[in-house]
């Protein structure tokens, strides 16, 4: 189903995120890959699930057959689309194939900086940007390519697109959230900020553009964890006390630690936007919990 | 200017194994900035080559070897050196290297022409002799005028034309910290002049036609195809 039907019912809406394995899923009976497991544990849980595209530049299975695989299992996958590997002529087949496939929300991005990856020689492509290729998927959407060439049928996909509430400056952020919303975003997943009041002021800022936000949340699972994407994760910035809080319970407690904090700054969060998106790294397991802890605190 | 750096001597003398008697010819326009192929480093060169049993037969820099109009009047007096040699090797760009090649073939010799130096972009020079920065990468489209005189197709790192990714951090590039957010530059020059309203609007997809390479310029008549 398309997330924008469920925006469209004034739900609050629930999205996690798995990462495809580095290999060939080929099941023949055999048990789940992991990011299938991962999905699979969810899946009464959440309305969709993102499926990433070569994250962090690290090379996988594609999110396309990804995608594909979460729908033979009875999920809504969110085909996430990055321009960093694809010029313009790929990026619209993949649109077309992924609609084509059954798949129903797209998320729009412009993709990590190849350095971050395990191919740091490669060629980036970025033949477009995550704008541009909203406008396009738009276009495709209405019945035509980018060139103006009539499709035989046209594709029928929800748009996403992220944004970044920690970005400084804010107002240069906003200004190109507001060319995505033009350029056709439906609804808008986040990166994480760990602040209520800092997402307080995003969200007062965004409310007049008439997208529904989703709280993107990482899971932060362990101090260690909080300093790498500190130090290696761009446009995520996790705070000292956080970090400092993780680290003063024994390794075992982790889990439940993260639990607590997911709980506290979403009880604080929930109320402001139209849903969430969990990026739980492997630690899907949490989200029944914390779900059942927060329903109460969603905007009625 | 185009920006140059010298191989490493293991991989010219790779470049020149069987060739023993080598024609120098460097080049005093942008590889004299560079420190990379003026007539100091060819002279230097020279005397590297010669320590490694190499027997240098001629030296030449002339002002734009890139340049028909500046190479051919040096080159050509020197034609029977050039033929001597068993091989030239360029201390210049590579469109320094290929004038050098076009001008043997057009001399009727048939040399082995090799290059010395890396190419590494457009440059242009902020400190003399010290600092050089690559900010255009002659696309045939130029969006300056958008954009408060600060490219983004080349300073920013993943060449973007409708605003910033999310990944800067305190104003820096996601991929060099070390190196400032291009959107945010333009961002803050915009600020500054009062135009922010111009990066409202959408830029829409590059035209790549218009850097299809190879590139003739026909100079006249101001085309490009």
Known sequence: MKLTELFRQKKSVITSEVGPVKGCVRLNGGPPPEFLQEALNIKDYVDAVNITDNQSAVMRLGPLAGSVLLKQYGMDPIFQMTCRDRNRLALQSDLLSACSLGIDNVLC???????????????????????????????????????????????????????????????????????????????????????????????????????????????????????????????????ESLIQEMASVPKEQYKAKATEICIRLLKDIAPMCQGIHFMPFGWSDIIPTVLAEIKPYFPK | MIGTTKKPMTEILQALEGHDKVALVGCDGCAKVCLTGGTDEVAALSKDLEAQGKQVILEVTPERTCNVAKADPVL??????????????????????????????????????????????????????????????????CILNETG???????????????????????????????????????????????????????GPKDYSKAARPRTLYIKEGRVT
């Open chain 1, 109 to 239: 991005l412009t993709g990590d900086h190849i350095k971050f990856g395990d191919h740091k020689a490669a060629k980036q492509v970025f033949d477009i940007d995550s704008v541009q290729l909203l406008h396009i998927a738009r276009g495709l959407n209405e019945g035509h390519d980018m060139s103006g060439n009539q499709l035989t049928k046209a594709t029928n996909l929800a748009l996403g697109a992220a944004a970044t509430p920690s970005f400084k400056p804010l107002d240069l952020h906003l200004l190109k959230m507001e060319k995505k919303v033009k350029a056709g975003a439906e609804f808008f997943q986040t990166q994480p900020v760990y602040d209520p009041r800092h997402y307080e002021e995003f969200a007062r800022k965004t409310e007049g553009f008439g997208v529904p936000v989703m709280f993107g949340l990482v899971v932060i699972k362990s101090p260690q964890m909080g300093r790498f994407i500190n130090d290696n994760v761009a446009g995520i910035d996790v705070p």
């Open chain 2, 76 to 141: 050509k007096p020197v034609q029977d050196k050039l033929q001597e040699a068993d091989a030239v090797l360029v201390l210049g760009c590579g469109g320094a290297v290929q004038i050098t090649r076009h001008l043997t073939e057009v001399y009727g010799l048939t040399i082995p022409v090799k290059t010395g130096l890396d190419s590494v972009g457009h440059m242009d020079t902020l400190v003399p002799g010290t600092l050089a920065l690559e900010q255009c990468q002659e696309c045939g489209q």
């Open chain 2, 149 to 203: 005189g600060i490219c983004p197709v080349t300073k920013c790192a993943k060449g973007l034309l409708e605003g910033p990714c999310g990944g800067a951090q305190d104003g820096k590039c996601e991929a060099d910290l070390s190196r400032d957010c291009a959107w945010i530059l333009i961002y803050n020059r915009m600020q500054a002049l009062g135009e922010l309203d111009k990066l409202k609007r959408y830029m």
